[in-house]
């Protein structure tokens, strides 16, 4: 499955700080956790950010390590919560 950018939505805002939902009801949590899914993202997303996921086996929350995007790569890193 591939990130579909209507799927992302932004939940709270408050002082920089974004919490977002990405609903994928067909994906499983390991392809949307995985590396490289939220990369088209790195241009709305922030480090710092904290990203709920739902999919298709369950639910999880990561937090946005780091945001990189430029002209040449876009990438975005989550971490597992504490």
Not at 43 to 48: E, F, I, K, P, S
Request: negative net charge; hydrophobic residues 50%.
């Amino acid at each position: 499955m591939e990130f579909t950018v209507r799927n992302l939505s932004v939940l709270a805002y408050a002082q920089g700080f974004t919490l977002w939902h990405y609903r994928a009801p067909n994906a499983r949590l390991a392809v949307l956790d995985g590396p490289g899914f939220f990369n088209n993202a790195a241009d709305m997303l922030a480090q710092g950010d904290m990203l709920m996921m739902s999919g298709s086996d369950g639910g999880r929350v990561a937090f946005v390590a780091s945001t990189q995007n430029s002209a040449t790569q876009n990438s975005v890193t989550l971490a597992a919560l504490a």
